[in-house]
């Protein structure tokens, strides 16, 4: 069965440092993959989409990678700050994976 | 103005009634979705609707009935509401074409329903 998974369920990181956020999924061949930030009490909001031709998105802060010979994405943050403090979400199709929450401390 | 807007937010109610949660979106999207989040805060797709046809159905339990009187409203009516059914639901919309997918989907604020 489709299966993806999101390694963290959470991770911690000092203000200014770069967040590296991975998602691996299996027997999927996905034309594209998402990620998403849920802040709580709230629904999940679009960050980026990167497609299967696509090696790598930047969006500001945010860069996302596709490996679709590893099956992963990498999805990073630079210069993190508190306020990116929330869950992340990959998605893939319909399917969303379990989320790391990101916590940015001062 | 609210891109996807869900009515009501929170949703208590007892053991065996029927409940309706309701959905609009004012962002012209095709396609809108029902989404379960339960306690460990795992998102699951329930439905999926495109131009008011049902594509999507996951195993979801007879009780819940999705209803979509046009493009830009998906309703869903669960009926003998279980305590099992307490969750987070949240309804969203993309603009899909014939795709299979989410896209660039805009989700509302959820709905926290609790049984009782």
């Known amino acids: 069965s489709q299966k993806i998974e999101q390694n963290s369920e959470a991770l911690n990181i000092q203000e200014g440092k770069t967040a590296t956020l991975t998602c691996n999924y299996t027997?999927?061949?996905?034309?594209?993959l998402q990620w998403y930030r849920q802040d709580p009490g709230r629904g999940p909001v679009f960050l980026l989409l990167?497609?299967?031709?696509?090696k790598e998105k930047r969006k500001e802060r945010l860069k996302v990678t596709f490996d679709t010979t590893l099956k992963q994405s990498l999805f990073h943050i630079t210069a993190s700050q508190p306020a990116d403090s929330a869950t992340y979400l990959c998605?893939?199709?319909?399917?969303f994976g379990s989320g790391t929450k990101l916590n940015v401390k001062p | 103005d609210t891109a996807v807007s869900q009515t009501p937010k929170y949703l208590v109610t007892q053991m065996g009634n029927d409940k309706s949660i309701k959905c609009e979106q004012n962002l012209g999207h095709d396609t809108m979705y029902w989404y379960k989040q339960d306690s460990k805060k795992f998102l699951k797709i329930m439905f999926s609707?495109?131009?008011?046809?049902?594509?999507i159905n996951e195993t979801v339990p007879n009780r819940f009935s999705p209803k979509s009187p046009d493009k830009a409203h998906l309703n869903l009516h669960i009926n003998s509401l279980e305590l099992g059914d307490s969750a987070v639901y949240f309804c969203a919309s993309s603009q899909q074409g014939t795709g299979v997918g989410l896209g660039e989907a805009f989700f509302g604020q959820g709905t926290r329903l609790t049984v009782v």
């Open positions: 027997n999927y061949s996905p034309a594209y």
């Open positions: 609707y495109n131009n008011k046809e049902l594509i």
């Open positions: 998605a893939l199709r319909l399917l």
């Open positions: 990167i497609r299967e031709n696509e």
